[in-house]
T-cell receptor, first 115, second 118 residues
Framework: IAGITQAPTSQILAAGRRMTLRCTQDMRHNAMYWYRQDLGLGLRLIHYSNTAGTTGKGEVPDGYSVSRANTDDFPLTLASAVPSQTSVYFC??????????????FGQGTRLTVV | AQTVTQSQPEMSVQEAETVTLSCTYDTSESDYYLFWYKQPPSRQMILVIRQEAYKQQNATENRFSVNFQKAAKSFSLKISDSQLGDAAMYFCAYRSYVMKTSYDKVIFGPGTSLSVIP
């Protein structure tokens, strides 16, 4: 089934540890995004990528890094996790070259708890 | 920078009745897209409806319709004949008209939690 796959689904992580959240899409979308969802704040953009090889910072990029080595994969790395990074993380993708299908498609989310 | 505001953290509606969720946004751009997403307890993000800013006609998808007021930068969602399955978090979202920009971001509001009362 075409779509976006995130892994893991949930994770409990000790503070100070390094963690990579994986995201893969098979729709050949050029644009990909990482959001964090926190109660009362909605979805806030962490990083985005318009095309393979390029990335950009969103609203809340501090403490996170991304890479876009190819079209399909867009991993998010927490270099040294802190409790304030406890959140639900969503990966999304879209085809910004399309005039018709302009919406973002989402993965199922990763619930991350930093203790 | 663009921002999206949803002033109603929580709303409730009686089953079969109509409810309107509010959304306002701030932008200096003239071309853009607006969306409403639904997030049920399953956490899945589901597109409800989309509106292109260059279209004057309000978008409609079955029981869901929008009231798009471009000058007022307002984009409300009306749900008619509410059903129990409509209970969810609803997010308003903004996207630039990417052909005219060098970036591609989708910006979300804080969300409105909708309860449907049987």
């Amino acid at each position: 089934i075409a779509g976006i796959t995130q892994a893991p689904t949930s994770q409990i992580l000790a503070a100070g540890r390094r963690m990579t959240l994986r995201c893969t899409q098979d729709m050949r979308h050029n644009a990909m995004y990482w959001y964090r969802q926190d109660l009362g704040l909605g979805l806030r953009l962490i990083h985005y990528s318009n095309t393979a090889g390029t990335t950009g910072k969103g609203e809340v990029p501090d403490g996170y890094s991304v890479s876009r080595a190819n079209t399909d994969d867009f991993p998010l790395t927490l270099a040294s996790a802190v409790p304030s990074q406890t959140s639900v993380y969503f990966c999304a993708s879209s085809d910004s070259r399309s005039m018709m299908n302009t919406e973002a498609f989402f993965g199922q989310g990763t619930r991350l708890t930093v203790v | 920078a663009q921002t999206v505001t949803q002033s109603q953290p929580e709303m409730s509606v009686q089953e079969a009745e109509t409810v309107t969720l509010s959304c306002t946004y701030d932008t200096s751009e003239s071309d853009y897209y607006l969306f409403w997403y639904k997030q049920p307890p399953s956490r899945q993000m589901i597109l409800v409806i989309r509106q292109e800013a260059y279209k004057q006609q309000n978008a409609t998808e079955n029981r869901f319709s929008v009231n798009f007021q471009k000058a007022a930068k307002s984009f409300s969602l009306k749900i008619s004949d509410s059903q129990l399955g409509d209970a969810a978090m609803y997010f308003c979202a903004y996207r630039s008209y990417v052909m005219k920009t060098s970036y591609d971001k989708v910006i979300f509001g804080p969300g409105t939690s909708l309860s449907v009362i049987p």
